[in-house]
């Protein structure tokens, strides 16, 4: 799937890659819902899926532009680049509007996911009873997580190693977030929050010639758990590749048709009229994470008032969302002609 990239090509990918990062950071949406919309799902997963042991014998043997080439370097480099570039810009941006106007931020994100089941759903002519089936499968999973209540934190390092695996989903499987597991699996503050912190204080600390952590237990626990989570994102981010890579070559037109559905079921995710729900202690003080913000539990979903300018204001961007989607389906088409 490699082939030559013009600049504009690799331009564009650092965007699709600033996309993906600010998608994967919001809990109820998926990163990979960006690479399948954006027409580049297949060569991630194809990518993804070439760090394997032919990858590592041609790196340990110092054959470095061979391994390079062979994990379709170039697409990988440019995509990473564009979501680290998101961590640090547009996923501070999304923060601030989040904090700041809620609503329309989750009610944009609803339109988004409308016009993504629009823009898979207009080019696939293969229903059947199979595929049928498959999306209904998709939509019953997606309706499900959307309504199950979090566990409580979990420090087992086991269990870390598997919030690992299921953290990456977001990027591998289109309509399932990785971050809203991580709040239903109750380790979202630990390893999302608490985790990073820990990182980056004893960053700071060694800069400053300090290692005083060495002898702090708990800042070393906390580090031990970072890394086996990971191990284990690395881990499921190359076995969930390999996986898919398998259904979408045998299965593909089912393989469709169950992200149809779960996309479809991912609505109540992200359904924009909700109200957050946060952690309580047993004296009824809500609970914060060492960043001093307040721990999100869930999300209390209403229906909205029409009666009220605010709900208007998100059926705008409801609109606008969904006009994205449908803009990109345009350039796709345009750039397709004008080829």
Not at 14 to 31: D, E, I
Not at 220 to 227: D, K, M, R, V
Request: glycine residues 10%; proline residues 1%; contains cysteine.
């Amino acid at each position: 799937m490699a082939h030559t990239r013009t600049f504009i090509d690799k331009l564009l990918l650092v965007v699709k890659g600033l996309c993906m990062g600010a998608a994967n950071k919001v809990p109820g949406v998926s990163g990979g819902i960006v690479a399948f919309v954006g027409g580049f799902y297949e060569e991630f997963i194809y990518s993804l899926q070439k760090f394997n042991f032919k990858a590592l014998k041609l790196l340990l043997n110092g054959r470095l532009k061979s391994f390079y080439t062979y994990i379709n370097g170039t697409f990988i480099t440019l995509l990473i680049f564009g979501m680290l570039i998101s961590y640090f810009s547009v996923s501070k941006v999304l923060d601030y509007f989040l904090e700041h106007n809620e609503l329309n931020v989750w009610a944009c994100f609803f339109g988004m996911i409308i016009g993504s089941i629009y823009y898979i759903a207009k080019d696939f002519d293969h229903w059947n009873k199979k595929t049928f089936f498959a999306a209904i499968v998709g939509l019953a999973i997606g309706i499900s997580i959307s309504f199950l209540n979090p566990a409580t934190e979990n420090d087992n390092l086991f269990f870390i190693f598997f919030c690992g695996i299921i953290s990456v989903s977001g990027m591998t499987l289109p309509g399932l977030s990785g971050s809203f597991i991580l709040i239903l699996l109750g380790n979202y503050v630990l390893l999302l929050v608490d985790s990073v912190n820990a990182l980056y204080d004893t960053f700071a600390e060694i800069i400053k010639g300090d290692f005083s952590f060495t002898k702090n237990s708990e800042r070393l626990n906390t580090l031990t758990i970072l890394g086996v989570f990971t191990a284990g994102s690395a881990v499921g981010l190359v076995s969930l590749s390999h996986i898919i890579s398998y259904v979408l070559k045998h299965f593909k037109h089912i393989t469709t048709a169950v992200i149809l559905g779960f996309i479809t079921g991912s609505l109540g995710v992200v359904w924009p009229w909700k109200k957050t729900v946060y952690k309580l202690d047993n004296v009824g003080n809500t609970l914060i994470d060492s960043n001093g913000n307040e721990i999100i539990k869930n999300y209390s979903r209403y229906f909205p008032d029409f009666v009220i300018s605010e709900t208007w204001w998100a059926v705008f961007f409801v609109v606008i969302g969904i006009s994205i989607l449908l803009g990109l389906d345009w350039y796709g088409k345009h750039r397709k002609a004008t080829a």
